[in-house]
Every structure is written in C-alpha cells, then in structure tokens.
C-alpha cells in the first residue's frame, strides 16, 4: 500500500460522513422488493446525458445482472420531475436543480423524494457568440437574441440565475443545443448559453464553420455560489479546447446519477460497480479528461446518497 492510501481513505472517509449527515427523505430504506428492470432519464436526443445515459445503458444490459432502458427527456427538470412521478427510476440531473428539489424551491413547488448515486462529472457554462459580432462581454447581452437552453433542461436554469444575477434582460430563445448552434450559424441569434462537458463535439465542430468568442463569467459565478452555495464552482474552459487560445473563466456546475429512494439498495451497488469499472470510457463522449474519483462522486450536497450508495462507497472504499 502507498504512503498516500489512507489520506485518500481518510479523505473519502470525510466526504461520505458529510453526504450521510444530511439525512435521508422519507422512504430511503431501500428494503422494497427488488426490482431489476429499471428506466434511465437521459436527456434530449444528441446532447450528452443522452449520449452517456445510452452508453451506460449498453454497459449495464450487458453486465447480465440488470435491465437498463434510457428515456428520451428534455434534460434535468424534466427528468426529475419524471422521477417524481414514478415514470423513470434513474435520472440524469445537474446539481443545481437536483438541490432545487431536494429543498421543495424555484422550479419545484415542494420537496421531491430524491437520491444519489454519484456526483459524475462537472458541466462548464459556455457562453459563445460570433468573433466578429456585437456580443464581447456579458454586459452586451443586454436586449438581444439569446439561447438560454430548452425548457425542462438544467442550462436553462443556470443561464436564467446568471442573466438574473447580472441584471441583464434578453430576448430569451427556449432553444436545445442543436437547433442553438444552426440559429447562431445562420445569424438569428447573437449568443448562446450551454452547458455541459468540454470540448462538447457540437462547439468544436460549430468552431471550425464559425470563429467563436467564448464570454468569460467569473465574475457573476462568484456571485451565483455566493447566493446558491457549492453547487457552483470556478472553472475554465482550457486553453486548446476549440482552439482557445488562452483559458476562459466560467461557471462549472456538477451532474448527478439519481434514483428514486424505493430503488433496491442491490441494484444500486451493483450500478455502481459498472459506472466506477468502466468511467473513462462512459464519460469519453460527454467530457474530455475527466476522472471519476468516489471523494468527488460522493460530494452531492443536499441530495443524499442513496443507501446502496453509501453501502457501495464503504465497501469499497473503506
């Protein structure tokens, strides 16, 4: 064993306390009767929970041990609500909305049952607008045409507390990322909000059509953790990730594998293992470079972690 195995243990240790004393919603016993045919709220059709949630639906169906089916959703609000009503059992959620939840506030009129698996990887706010157009600073926003995400999806609700936290009104477009992208090409957009791992394929390949200005907004995602807590955190868009030429501060928000509280705790587990023996290539068609380490996956602020969660991270662990 290495000299730095128990500080990470130590570490973990740590983390996994925190997530536990946050309690537990009603109904997280997990002793209900298993069962082994579970349904995946993903996200909309060529984004990327869809893209992840297709390829860890290929990994579990082919573990043997579960059946996993992926739906088709417009993204983050939308699939919790779906977790909420019974319709999906799994589902894919950035961290600010999952907290949303949790908490009973904005989008949510009361608190959701809601658990979670892990935190899987960190999305980054991109704010991009043409290099030769009006759009250089956030402040430019100011009354033009801007995609803020799709209804029901997680980028809509972050674009939405930026623009507001700034102060700042636009003539606001309800567009997924798709058909953002073509309406930025083709000038019946000035900018466009997205969300999501780095390079996302979309962008680069905009990028190489297009010269793109990405919009640094560090200094109103000090703010938006200020107000909203660790959910958000400081990051930047690497120099090199679509031809930047130097890194662009933004906005990172986490994504969380969530389940219904009633999921039985061996499944769980037995989800777990897959997502943590095969991450690098799960996460290779959303993000570039991301790990999967159980210190971060474990960090999931006030969405507890499911007990088959704490029972798997333990196991493991330590």
Known sequence: MTASAPRRR?????????????????????????DRALRLATGPEGGPYNAFGHSFTEAVNASGHLTLTPVSSAASVDNLQQLADGSVDLALTTADVAEDAVLGRDTFERPIGL?????????YLHLLAPADGPVRELADLAGRRVATGAVGSGNQVTAGRL????????RQQSLGLAESLH?????????????????????????RELPLRFVPLDTVAAQLRERYGPVYTAVTLPAGAYDLAAPVP????????TARPGVPEDAVRRLLGILFDQWATLLRSVTAGARLEPRFAVSTGAVPLHPGAAAYYRSVYG
């Open 10 to 34: 130590t570490l973990l240790g740590a983390a996994l306390a925190a997530a536990l004393g946050t309690g537990c919603t009603a109904g997280c016993s997990g002793h209900e009767a298993p």
């Open 115 to 123: 658990t979670a698996l892990a935190r899987v990887y960190v999305n």
């Open 163 to 170: 623009l507001r936290r700034a102060g700042i009104d636009v």
């Open 183 to 207: 309406a930025l090409r083709d000038g019946t957009l000035d900018a466009v909000f997205w969300s999501g791992g780095v390079p996302t394929p979309a962008v680069s390949a905009l990028a």
């Open 250 to 257: 933004t906005l990172g928000v986490g994504n969380y594998l």
